[in-house]
């Protein structure tokens, strides 16, 4: 391997991708659940020895839905082309929609993962604006471990958000993931509103109600925890698009990203403490367990999880395949691929 170090450790990369994993697994037991009994059940599980015997349409602990499944099939497409390759990965999305495989997948993936599988070229697969659902958005944490350049992540990020949104919020949303991830992996020490204003400078162009939210969301920080779920959850809406008001934080992009960082910020060293705080909000438990896992992930790396969290990855799956072990291994492949 020629050129600098890679600032991504194998460690953290493989952190990323498995508390990835796993809170998008809590997530989706609950999603669709009350706000109390999700916040509930992720308080008590959080704090078990073992995880929940929970089980959701047949599966249990440990099935990782569709951000995780699709961040996955993202990563191993880069692996093989040393890069990234738009067409590798859309075929990657048509397969899964092809052979069902796909676990719990909102409107937009669906109807975009459709049109590949039917044959559609990428460019032309994704659902158009407006939709800005947060799919594009959660997998590109995987472009925040693979990529040494802020320009080539944010390229990537939008390319791969264009597979299945066209809607440049969702594109700019996937920008914000990718460096907000990159930015947990490589600094131990990144105060808070330096790193919301960085957030925020990767959102202006696309996105500027992103931004200026980002700009913003120390407020929800100094906030009681119900008053920043108020705070979050209207934020960047337009009035009769497609994501209903509700209390919840919703499956539209910019209230999960900001969520999934709130959660991340207020408890940046504990894994088992940011999941629950991102459970407790409502909404697209899978989507903001999948989020919050991967950047705090990202931040304490694989062997600092410790033994109960690193006994709760074995039982990570995706219909009984692409185990921990695969993980950690397109964890080492996309950090040591160039």
Known sequence: ???????????????????????????????????????????????????????????????????????????????????????????????????????????????????????????????????AGNGAAVRAAVMGLCFKSRKLRQGASRMQALITHHDQRAQAAAEVVAEAVFLAATRDVLPDRELLDTLADCADELDPRLASALRTLDRALSASHERAIAHI?????????????????????TPTVLFAIYAFLRAPDSPEEAIAIALSGGGDLASLGALTGALVGARKGWKALGPRLQGWAKHINDHGEHGPNDLIALAKGLVQRA
Do not use: C, N
């Open 1 to 131: 391997m020629t050129g600098t170090p890679h600032p991504v450790s194998v460690d953290r990369a493989a952190g990323a991708l498995l508390t990835m994993a796993m809170g998008d697994s809590l997530g989706f037991l609950v999603t669709g659940e009350g706000m109390t009994y999700a916040a509930d059940f992720a308080k008590h599980s959080m704090a078990a020895t073992d995880p929940p015997w929970l089980e959701k349409d047949d599966y249990g602990f440990g099935q990782y839905a569709i951000d995780t499944q699709l961040a996955r099939e993202l990563g191993r497409s880069i692996v093989e082309s040393r890069g990234f390759e738009p067409t590798l990965f859309a075929a990657r999305v048509g397969d899964l929609f092809r052979t069902a495989r796909v676990v719990a997948a909102g409107r937009t993936t669906t109807r975009a993962g459709q049109r590949l599988a039917e044959g559609m070229v990428w460019a032309q697969a994704g659902e158009p604006a407006p939709a």
């Open 233 to 253: 959850a209207p934020a960047g809406r337009v009035v009769a698009e497609g994501f209903p008001a509700q209390a919840a934080i919703s499956g539209f992009s």
